[in-house]
């Protein structure tokens, strides 16, 4: 089998030919001047693609690492924590809360809904005792995201920290930790970004290194620890392992692009290929996975599968017939995904993948009108272009 | 500042020109078959440069990650564990076995020395209540190694299971994990294979298996879980976590340059790069950090540095005034080293090395004639050829 | 402005990352073996894709050069020539030969029409006289193709050499020069190769170098010498100037991808690609520019723009709005080109050039349904693959 | 056989990294306006490089394209034409000159020396009837240079037009087209740019272009035209031909590099690498091919090859036994040379070449003590680096 055309999932996604030259570009020691200095400033360059004033931690690892990290520094054992499960990443993170030694609360919902900020700040008045709140912000596997503009005020008013998973968000998605009053924000750079998939991006709060540093159990010494890198990097200009000169110049380039961009532009351009694809689906009578738009993700859109069909044949055709790549939903429901991060947000990649989706289901014995699908996305490409 | 003409230091080495194109082709979704097939092609190469029939795991971060994870993994709370402490690298293991809950042994000796395999027979016959011996091969801080070959078998024989870093050795020297009978060895792609530094290349035998499953303490559902590996993607076909694409797609060009080559001129060629360096070294009045010629490493060649100057000065001025980046002692003691270690194990490039340092130290009024050490290092590799 | 999403124009064509790969290698020495090898294999590898037993020049400069240089080299001051101008391409080759001093005969027809073999025959018979034909495959600019298939016997038979413009066709469409006794064949690798645009790729039969040899008004000791070419490199193993390593380089790594793919599959898939493209252009109530389906080439469709519309603006909106790049007709005629060439010419592409076209129309005022058109191309397309 | 470790030989020189990447990034249509503005902002690079106010044309072939180009847009039939012959390219001309059709005067000197410009000077004032003098610059087969400063103002003062090549000395030795009065001045990016082979940088003077409009045997509608590149591109915004993408971006990046570095900082850092590169042969007893170091090339050190011994079996021997690739003089001696272009100009490349090639006459009997050459030649680097 060849490689697909068009990967159209919801990450890794395909990188630009600027962030593929940045990876490929020539290895040099990292404890040179050169690379040091290219360290300090991607830092500085994510940061910025946050929009934060926050330390920022760059580990080396896919953002689970990150995430794994953060919560392990952050959960004392016997912590009372509310986790946020309205989809299959937070949920995931309930586990891990438990397993770190957290007094698990939790706030759940079908992979169709977000949670209610209202029940937060009523959970939270409920329960005083509870020290932290860890939330995703978008739910990639079920398309959806939570209102953390909301959920992080409401935490903060009330003395609890949070945690933020942002991997999908990050760029394409209006975020703002510091507005928001978000403690620890982790990110991967190889969704909205376009970068490689092999750093953890960590925001961490003035707080929330207050609690870290207090916290026993945070590791230390460790591939997983935050306190690491904040002391021997930030403190003694000392790498804790060789970090992956490949992967840092790949985010730095990823960041660029991204800054160069407007953070603002890059979301607004996600945006519009979410409504695009939005329309397409309603105009080919599929509907979305999420029960309404408002809670529709700006970088993923996830479709629920016509009764009858698996995902999975639909996915295996639209690969081996069209060569267009799309993703499951990890558990979530019977749904394919179309992403639209980075570079596949932008103009006509939408309408590929309705296309892809569209012929799809008409092969396999749905009477879909993948014209008017994609008729009904130029409109609204064309509408947006206007303005 | 720029980037130097020519980094010799001891990894990450500068990878080949294929090898970065291979760092920077298109990122595709990790859920795709198409890597899926590469992926597994990886893990076949790695075990074919590994030249094992163990088990090999792909974990993504540094080598680092794959030392942590492995005594993770191993250590059980109170076992007791024999540690080989020759180098920086060697007593740093000893402090995370501890950590990590084990009853500590150790063998130590200054860091310009090996461990003495009789030695190890001889503690492991008078402390049969040890389940687990911890090694490092090469230790590259200070330019030496230990006989594993030897150690190996002496541990096997008494039922002792076998830790092993090799990963400044992989490639490079010779190494047998088979016939060596080691039990879990972990390298990493950065050195001697001059591949990108983000991935820990670890190979595990069944008995390794056997403890680490009966381990209650052995990490699961982490990023630093070999078990995840196995279970989920071994047994399940899944990924526990996204891999880093551009990583694996590095690592795989690596063996395929490595393999192409064959392992064993591959480690001849560090050989040969290695004597020259020494040659060099002598002939310019200097001495090598080792105690002798036997214990030296074919990867990296450790430098005394003259007394009354430091490492430090001596390196930024080969940086600054040449060029090249040399690397320092790690902690080991008051030297520069020589990388030969992947493309920089071929040809003149160990005369590039000892040029830097000789001319460096000329300039910071050292009496050092830098011509009569290119003279014999050239004279080493002009014999080399003629074989 | 930035670069397009998608460049579905006439070519240059966007190669692959394995292409761009090969493009970006390290530049060594042309006189080095190791160039000097894949020079050789580069040229096999043209004669493979070209189908040809006949002697491959690959002269450094866009195809153009090459066609001048045949040119040049075949007709000797007064020779009677007959060109076949059905096209933009086809008229210019005209003026060339009356300029390098040939007796200039002429069948000439509508730019979307092509030349009836019968013609050239009568023709031939009437004027004995004639001893080279100069044709061209594909007409690029107007989307049709000359049936050199029947041609090239006509000429033969008769005696007359044939100049092959096979720049737009060779890897796209059936083209056959030994069966087809066609003596000088030119193509460039920037269309349905896809590599990149610096090199002429020429085929040239026993007949056609002896009547080379034997005109004192071939090029000689100049960048346009297919001669020198000959004699310096083929015969004495010299260069006669400095290729370039890249485009080499670039010329065999898109050689490679098409011979993995098998040239007969290539030319299927260009063949559907059109076929859907066509079909998606009748189904929006367009109409291709070529007089035929029959005479329309594999590689390209040409679009005749509606009454009242200039293609500029077509094309300008299709590429500010949608990011999408297409060709004009090169002087051909009021018309928009959407080329499938090489990775363009696989999958979904087709449709996005539909897409862009058709939405394009719409905003301009033309009632178009786009959606139309492109279920139309998807059928073509589920239809294809089935097979 | 295996590529080069080093490429040290007279050019094309090894590509940065940067250079690399700039000529594999994507290639997109040259219709484009993104690469139209590029193209352009490459013109004016050039210029910029050349250190010239006149026009920039690019033309797509390596350098001797457009040396033919501009000899033929030049050279009116009968026109009297002072050919300076010091080498092999200057030769060379003068053949041209003649099969151009002018009446051709000759300086001829041996390849080892340079011309005297006060017998230009006299030449010119015996034969008022000359109007064109022909001048290379560096002429890098025998590594000398000619003294155009002293030239151009000898030539203009007596309405002489000036043909001057600067293939090898562009970017690496000082040239001032415009202070020297240099009409026609053709470079090659692939020699100190250390870009790729396959384009001419042509800088052509406004009494340049009066002369070759008024010359009926200038070419036009051809590959050989710079006509064709005035008018259509500069006049009407139309290319004459398609230019490769991947070269003008390999162009421009080399550009960027170079001017980022400083035009005469480049200059000093090869001519600190050029006489580091003969002290070496001095201090090895070898001699330097050109008869003084005053006229001896910054960008390329020729040495002759000890009686005896054949310069081929020389170079043979580095490349096979220490694998760097020297240069021959291309029918100018017996001589082997090392290129000191672009990057191979920096740090401590030269002493590389001097390693091989001393190390290489000892394995062949020749006795040669390449320790003294490379601490000669450090003391040269050592010395320039403290100024």
Chains 1, 2, 3, 4 share one sequence.
Not at 87 to 116: C, N, R
Request: with cysteine; glycine share 10%.
């Amino acid at each position: 089998m060849r490689e697909p055309d068009f990967t159209l999932s919801a990450g890794p996604s395909p990188a630009s030919a600027r962030t593929l030259a940045a990876l490929g570009s020539p290895i040099i020691d990292d404890h040179d001047p050169v690379f040091r200095d290219a360290f300090r400033r991607t830092e500085a360059k994510v940061g910025q693609v946050f929009g934060t004033e926050n330390e920022i931690i760059l580990m080396q690892g896919e953002a689970i690492l990150g995430l794994e990290a953060a919560a392990r520094a952050l959960v004392r054992p016997g912590m009372h924590v509310l986790n946020l499960a309205s989809g299959v990443f937070g949920k995931g993170m309930g586990y891990w809360l438990k397993a770190f030694g957290a007094q698990l609360h939790e706030i759940e919902t079908s992979y169709a809904e977000a949670i209610d900020p209202a029940a937060v700040a009523a959970y939270l008045d409920e329960h005083p005792e509870i020290e932290l709140l860890s939330v995703v912000h978008c739910e990639t596997p079920s398309g959806t995201f939570n209102d953390c503009a909301a959920i992080g005020p409401i935490a903060r008013s009330r003395g609890v920290l949070t945690l933020v998973d942002c991997v999908a968000s990050l760029g394409g998605m209006a975020l703002d930790p510091d507005a928001w009053q978000l403690d620890v924000c982790v990110a991967g750079p190889q969704k909205c970004l376009a970068g490689p998939s092999g750093m953890s991006l960590v925001a961490v709060s003035a707080p929330a290194w207050a609690a870290i540093e207090g916290n026993p159990a945070a590791p230390r010494a460790s591939f997983l620890s935050l306190l690491d890198w904040r002391e021997q990097w930030h403190g003694r200009g000392q790498f804790p392992y060789t970090p992956s000169v490949s992967e840092v110049y790949g985010v730095a380039a990823a960041c660029d692009q991204l800054l160069a961009e407007g953070v603002r532009a890059s979301i607004a351009r996600h945006e519009t290929a979410a409504r695009a694809c939005r329309a397409g689906v309603a105009a080919m009578g599929l509907q979305i996975w999420p029960a309404s738009e408002a809670i529709a993700a700006a970088s993923v859109t996830a479709i629920a599968v016509p009764d009858g069909l698996d995902h999975q044949a639909v996915r295996d055709h639209a690969r081996a017939r069209y060569g267009v790549m799309l993703a499951d939903g990890q558990g979530a429901g019977n749904l394919v995904r179309i992403g639209h991060m980075g570079p596949t947000a932008s103009g006509l990649n939408p309408a590929i993948g309705l296309m892809a989706i569209g012929r799809s289901l008409a092969d396999l014995g749905v009477p879909v009108r993948t014209g008017d699908g994609v008729e009904a996305a130029l409109a609204v490409l064309a509408a947006a272009a206007r303005d």
